[in-house]
C-alpha cells in the first residue's frame, strides 16, 4: 500500500478531514479476517507476484490437468484458539477444511499432506491427542496422508501447534464449478444454520465462557457435495463460508460474476443461541465463521431437486433456498429484511469487533 | 427468540408504521440520540418505510465518533511504552489517531487486547503484577458504572499496577448543546435506552421546560423505534412536549440506582471536548481526585498530548443532524471504513458508517429528501 500518513485534504469540496489516512506498511490482525483486508493484500502483494491462469481463477482450489486428468490441488493453515473446542479441535479442522476446499470445486478428495509448526515446550500429550484426531477425522473421510514435515521453533515464536494441510483430489468429467459462473435467475442454496463454528470458538475464549449448548460444525462436505452432483448438473458455484462468514463468500461470488445477489432474511437458518450470543456481542452471525457448511449457487431448473439431495444427507437436513441471483446493483449483494425492506450485506474490512455498547 | 423476535415482527412493524402516517399531518424532523439505534434504522431498513414527511436525523451517540482525537493519541502513547498493557474494547481499536491507530501499535510489538469487560483488565493486572495494566474507558452514561467498579475495586485491593485513561461524556448536556444552535432542526428527540436504563429520565424533565421539546426514551430494536417515532409524532402532532418512556422493559424513571452511586464516587463531572462538536461545558467525567492515583493520563504524564480537529468537518454537521452522510462529497468515494475521513465511518455505529454499509445501493440516497 502506498497511502500517505498526511492528513488528506480536498479543498475543492470545502472539507478537511479530522481523520489522517493512516499507512499500511505492517502486516494486520485484520488481513487475515477473510474481509476487505485480505483481499487487498490478494491483490496488491500475491497475485501480481504470481501470475497465471490457474491462479486467477481465485477459487478454493486450482484446478490442473495433467495427461488428460482433471487434478484439484489446495492447501490450508490453521491457527485457533482454543485448540480443543466442543465439536472439533486444531486436528479435525486441518483435515476437513483442506478436503472442503478440494470438494467446493466439485473433487473426490484423495491424498492430503500434514505439516507441523511446534513450538518447543508443547506437551507430548496435547500433540498425540491432535494427531489421533487427524487420524480419525481423515480416516473418516476416506483420504490418506501421504507426506508430511515437522519443524519446531523456539518457545514464544509460535502458539503450541500450527497445522497446513495441502489436498489432491480428482475432478469429474468436464465439471468447472467457479465463483465467475453465477447468472441472473440462479438461486442461491445454504446447507444449514450459520454461524455455529465461530460462536463455539468465541464461547471458549478467556473473559467471554457462555454457558450453551452450541457446538462446531466442522464436517468434511465431499459426500453432501457428491450428492448434489448427483441431482442435477445446473450447479453453478460451491463455496464454504468459514473466515468472514456468508457473506464474504457471497461477495466474492457477486464480484467475480459481476452480478447481484438478494438474501431472504426469514429463510436463512440461525440457531437460536448463536442468534442470542451474536445479539450479545454486537456480532451479526451473516459474518461469522462455519466449518461444515456450504453455499451453493444453483441455475433455477435444478434448483429443488439439489435442495431435496442435501436434505437426504445428515450435513444438508437444515437446507433452504436463501436467495436469488439477480443483474441489478452487480458486485452488491442485498437483503429483504424481515421489515419487507432491503439492505446491503457488505463485506467486511478487517475482523467483526465486538461494540462498546 | 423470545424478547428479540417479536421486537423485530413485520406486522406489528408495518402497523406501526401506518399509525404514524396516520398521525402525521406536516412535515417532522426527529433525531435518535444513539448510534445503535442509528445502526437498527439502517440495517433494518426502517428509514425506507417511513412516511416522506418524518425525516430522521443522527444523533452524536456514537462513542467511538465523539471521542477526540487527542483521547486517540494518549492511549496510543500509552500503549507503546514498554511494561504497559492497554485495554479497551474492541472497536477503539481501529480508530485513528493523529498517526497510527492501536492495531499498528499492536503489530509493532504493543501490548493492546480486547476485553469485553473492565472487571477482565482487574483481573489481567492481578495476575501480572509486573505489567502496568491500563483500561481504555471512553463511552457514555452506559459503560461508566462498569468501568467506576474497576476503579473502585482496584483502590480497595490496593492495586498498584492499574490505571484508566478514562474519556466518558454525558447526553444531557450534548442534547443541551444541539438544541441552543442557531441551526438546529430537530423537534423530537428518541432519547438514549440504555444510557436512561443507568440514570433514569428525570434530568431530561430539565431540557423540556428550557427547550419545549418531546424525548421519548427508546429501544434499539426495529419495533420499539417506530414506536418511539410514533410517540414523538403524537406528541408533536397535539403540540405536547413532555418527556415519556418507550423502553419500559428496561428504564425506570430513578435508574440504576446502585450504579449512580458508584459513578459518583468515582467520578466528578468535568468539562469535555467531543470530536465534532467542540468542547462542552460539564458534559464529561472525569476520575475524583480521591482516585488520582489510578489516573492514566497523570501517571504517564500525557496531560500535555493535544492534537487539533478542523471546524469545517462535515462530520460535525453530520453529529448534529444538520446534513446526511450522503450530503457529503466524499461519502463512498474518497471516504469508505477502509479509508476514513471521519470518525463517523469508523464505527459501525457511526452515521456515515451505517449508511454505507447498509443503505448504499438504493437509488435515491437517504438523505436526498
Not at chain 1, 450428492?227 to 457471497?250: K, V, Y
Not at chain 2, 462529497?329 to 454505507?356: D, H, I, K, Q, W
Request: glycine residues 10%; hydrophobic residues 40%; aromatic residues 6%.
Amino acid at each position: 500500500m502506498t497511502r500517505g500518513t498526511k492528513q488528506e485534504t480536498n479543498i475543492e469540496a470545502g472539507l478537511v478531514c479530522p481523520v489522517p489516512i493512516v499507512s499500511r506498511d505492517s502486516v494486520l490482525l485484520g488481513h487475515g479476517s477473510g474481509g476487505r483486508m485480505s483481499a487487498e493484500l490478494l491483490h496488491d502483494i500475491f497475485l501480481p507476484a504470481f501470475q497465471n491462469s490457474v491462479l486467477a481463477r481465485l477459487d478454493d482450489q486450482a484446478i490442473v490437468e495433467v495427461n488428460g486428468c482433471r487434478l484439484a490441488f489446495t492447501t490450508d493453515s490453521f491457527v485457533v484458539k482454543p485448540m480443543f473446542f466442543p465439536g472439533g479441535d486444531i486436528g479435525s479442522l486441518a483435515v476437513n477444511g483442506t478436503i472442503n476446499d478440494l470438494a467446493m470445486g466439485g473433487a473426490v478428495p484423495l491424498f492430503l499432506s500434514l505439516a507441523f509448526i511446534l513450538e518447543e515446550g508443547l506437551s507430548m500429550d496435547v500433540l498425540r491427542q491432535v494427531v489421533e484426531s487427524i487420524r480419525v477425522a481423515a480416516g473418516l473421510a476416506g483420504v490418506s496422508i501421504v507426506t508430511g514435515d515437522t519443524k519446531v521453533v523456539e518457545k514464544g515464536s509460535g502458539d503450541g501447534i500450527f497445522v497446513n494441510t495441502s489436498g489432491i483430489g480428482m475432478v469429474p468429467g468436464s465439471l468447472c464449478l467457479s465463483a465467475d459462473q453465477a447468472r441472473p435467475g440462479d438461486r442461491v442454496l445454504l446447507s444449514g444454520t450459520i454461524g455455529d463454528h465461530g460462536i463455539t470458538i468465541l464461547s471458549q475464549r478467556e473473559g467471554l465462557q457462555f454457558e450453551s449448548a452450541i457446538q462446531s460444525d466442522t464436517a468434511a462436505l465431499h459426500t453432501l457435495v457428491a450428492d448434489m452432483l448427483c441431482a442435477g448438473d445446473g450447479i453453478r458455484c460451491l463455496r464454504d463460508p468459514t473466515r468472514g462468514g456468508l457473506s464474504s463468500s457471497l461477495n466474492e461470488i457477486a464480484g467475480r460474476s459481476q452480478v447481484g445477489i438478494h438474501l431472504d432474511e426469514t429463510s436463512i437458518p440461525i440457531r437460536e443461541d448463536v442468534q442470542g450470543a451474536c445479539e450479545m456481542l454486537g456480532l451479526d452471525p451473516l459474518y461469522v465463521a462455519n466449518e461444515g457448511k456450504l453455499v451453493a449457487i444453483v441455475d433455477p431448473h435444478s434448483a429443488e431437486p439439489v435442495l431435496e439431495a442435501m436434505r437426504q444427507n445428515p450435513l444438508g437436513r437444515g437446507a433452504q433456498i436463501i436467495g436469488t441471483v439477480t443483474d441489478t446493483h452487480p458486485g452488491l449483494v442485498t437483503m429483504r429484511t424481515r421489515l419487507g425492506t432491503s439492505r446491503i450485506v457488505d463485506l467486511l474490512s478487517g475482523d467483526q469487533l465486538p461494540r462498546i455498547c | 427468540m423470545k424478547y428479540l423476535d417479536e421486537y423485530r415482527d413485520g406486522r406489528i412493524a408495518r402497523a406501526l408504521m401506518a399509525e404514524i402516517a396516520r398521525r402525521a399531518t406536516r412535515p417532522w424532523v426527529l433525531m435518535e440520540i444513539c448510534g445503535g439505534q442509528t445502526h437498527t434504522l439502517m440495517r433494518f431498513g426502517i428509514d425506507e418505510m417511513l412516511p416522506p414527511g418524518v425525516e430522521m436525523v443522527h444523533g452524536p451517540g456514537c462513542p467511538v465518533c465523539v471521542t477526540p482525537l487527542e483521547i486517540i493519541d494518549k492511549a496510543i502513547d500509552i500503549a507503546s511504552r514498554p511494561g504497559v498493557t492497554l485495554v479497551s474494547y474492541g472497536d477503539m481499536l481501529r480508530v485513528p489517531g493523529s498517526h497510527q491507530d492501536l492495531f499498528q501499535v499492536k503489530a509493532n510489538g504493543g501490548d493492546v487486547r480486547i476485553v469485553y469487560s473492565p472487571t477482565e483488565a482487574l483481573k489481567f493486572a492481578r495476575a501480572n503484577p509486573g505489567r502496568q495494566v491500563v483500561f481504555f474507558a471512553v463511552g457514555f452514561e452506559t459503560t461508566a458504572p462498569a468501568n467506576a467498579m474497576a476503579v473502585w475495586q482496584a483502590k480497595r485491593e490496593g492495586l498498584k499496577n492499574f490505571s484508566m485513561l478514562a474519556s466518558h461524556v454525558l447526553v444531557p448536556p450534548a442534547i443541551r448543546a444541539l438544541l441552543s444552535s442557531p441551526r438546529n432542526r430537530v423537534q423530537g428527540f428518541i432519547g438514549p435506552g440504555h444510557v436512561c436504563t443507568v440514570m433514569g429520565y428525570r434530568e431530561y424533565e430539565e431540557l423540556i421546560r428550557e427547550f419545549r421539546v418531546p424525548i421519548v426514551v427508546g429501544g434499539f430494536e426495529p419495533v420499539d423505534l417506530l414506536e418511539a417515532i410514533l410517540m414523538l409524532v403524537v406528541q408533536l402532532e397535539e403540540g405536547r412536549a413532555e418527556v415519556e418512556n418507550q423502553y419500559v422493559r428496561s428504564v425506570t424513571y430513578e435508574g440504576n440506582l446502585p450504579a449512580q452511586k458508584v459513578l459518583a464516587e468515582v467520578f466528578e463531572v468535568c468539562d469535555r471536548k467531543w470530536r465534532g462538536l467542540g468542547g462542552i461545558a460539564e458534559s464529561g467525567l472525569a476520575l475524583r481526585a480521591e482516585y488520582a492515583d489510578f489516573d492514566a493520563d497523570r501517571i504517564f504524564g500525557t496531560q500535555g498530548v493535544t492534537a487539533e480537529e478542523p471546524a469545517e468537518c462535515i462530520s460535525a454537521e453530520v453529529l448534529q443532524g444538520w446534513r446526511k452522510p450522503t450530503d457529503c462529497p466524499a461519502f463512498a468515494t474518497r471516504c469508505t471504513p477502509e479509508n476514513p475521513l471521519g470518525a463517523p465511518m469508523v464505527s459501525s455505529e457511526g452515521a456515515c458508517a451505517a449508511y454505507y454499509q447498509y443503505r448504499r445501493h438504493l437509488a435515491t440516497a437517504p438523505g436526498g429528501r
